[in-house]
Nanobody
Framework: QVQLVESGGGLVEAGGSLRLSCVASGRAISLYNIGWFRQAPGKEREFVAA????????ASVDSVKGRFTISRDNAKNTVFLQMNSLKPEDTAVYYC????????????????????WGQGTQVTVSS
């Protein structure tokens, strides 16, 4: 079983940048497709981005395209979410999640497809 820990969140002004990290322990992160999700107060959890085990395939929600980039370094057991040009509406708790099955764009954005979740890291963007 893999354990996931997110870090890198914080308070930033609109237009600023943050880089989130998702570090795996217990098993190699290379065994898992990884997704980033976020949840704002009073809202449902929302898909942000996903990356396949090798990093060859990625997906992201339209609202972050051109601003957020997902990447991974399997040698460091870490997946990153680089967030640029942040907006107040990006404010949320960000979670990473892992699933070991074949990567598919049809379910990479579905929270129910993921087996393991981190505890989340808070991102707050001030206007």
């Amino acid at each position: 079983q893999v354990q996931l820990v997110e870090s890198g969140g914080g308070l930033v002004e609109a237009g600023g940048s943050l880089r989130l990290s998702c570090v795996a322990s217990g098993r190699a992160i290379s065994l898992y497709n990884i997704g980033w999700f976020r949840q704002a107060p009073g809202k449902e959890r929302e898909f942000v981005a996903a990356v396949s085990k090798s990093g060859s395939a990625t997906a992201s929600v339209d609202s972050v395209k051109g601003r957020f980039t997902i990447s991974r370094d399997n040698a460091k057991n870490t997946v990153f979410l680089q967030m640029n040009s942040l907006k107040p509406e990006d404010t949320a708790v960000y979670y990473c999640a892992a699933q070991p099955r074949l990567y598919s764009t049809s379910y990479a954005s579905s929270a129910s497809a993921y087996d393991y979740w981190g505890q989340g890291t808070q991102v707050t963007v001030s206007s």
